[in-house]
């Protein structure tokens, strides 16, 4: 709490974003300008989208495949885990809206690497455009994460190149907010897909034109 209203205090137009899946923490962030309430755990508290309403606040929802909080996934298994991942994400977001949540408040998250495995979150990469489709913002935290690792077989200190690719692919197919930790070099990969899609000017353009 004395950390985020410290942010708050200096930063009085910053975002701030609290990750956490207990409803007393989030209720107590959100009274000193926490502003996002990141369930990453997606709704083990049930009274934290009540909390997140209470507030005004922004709430992600995410898809955790039923695990408990700070826990492993071991021999996880679905049918289809993109349809699971629609299903409870838009569950959670349905409960979300009902306790006050404005709805264009409410982001979605995949949850890669939350009760998954490599192929599970490799997947659920892959069709990120049905989650897309649902119209909420859909949250990607892809940093360091274990899947990646795996793909590449690379230790946490050199999975930022992995990283950056996964962010390309996922902002492309329709992930619009990015949890991580190389801030420049997201930016950078962001502002390159957009550019590339059209949405974005190039910021100098002399090449062939002077």
């Not at 009540?50 to 071991?74: E, K, N």
């Not at 455009?129 to 200190?157: C, H, I, M, Q, T």
Request: aromatic residues 4%.
């Amino acid at each position: 709490m004395p950390f985020v209203r410290s942010v708050r205090d200096r930063h009085p137009d910053l975002v701030i974003s609290v990750d956490t899946w207990r409803a007393a923490v989030a209720d107590a962030c959100l009274d000193v300008g926490a502003d996002v309430v990141n369930d990453a755990w997606g709704g083990v508290d049930p009274e934290i989208c009540a909390v997140a309403g209470a507030h005004g606040a922004a709430i992600v929802c995410t898809h955790a495949g039923g695990q408990q909080p700070r826990t492993r996934p071991h021999r996880i298994g679905y049918d289809d885990v993109m349809v699971d991942v629609v299903a409870t994400t838009t569950a959670l977001a349905e409960r979300a809206i009902a306790a006050g949540v404005p709805r264009a408040s409410v982001l979605l998250d995949p949850g890669h690497d939350f009760g998954k495995n490599t192929y599970h979150s490799l997947e659920v990469t892959r069709r990120l455009p049905e989650l897309a489709a649902l119209g909420f913002p859909v949250l990607a935290s892809l940093s360091n994460k274990d899947f990646v690792g795996e793909s590449l077989d690379r230790a946490v200190p050199d999975r930022l190149v992995g990283t950056l690719a996964t962010t390309a692919v996922a902002a492309w197919l329709g992930a619009q907010v990015f949890r991580v930790h190389n801030v420049r070099e997201t930016r950078d990969v962001l502002d390159m897909v957009a550019t590339i899609r059209g949405d974005r000017r190039p910021a100098v353009a002399r090449r062939g034109l002077a």
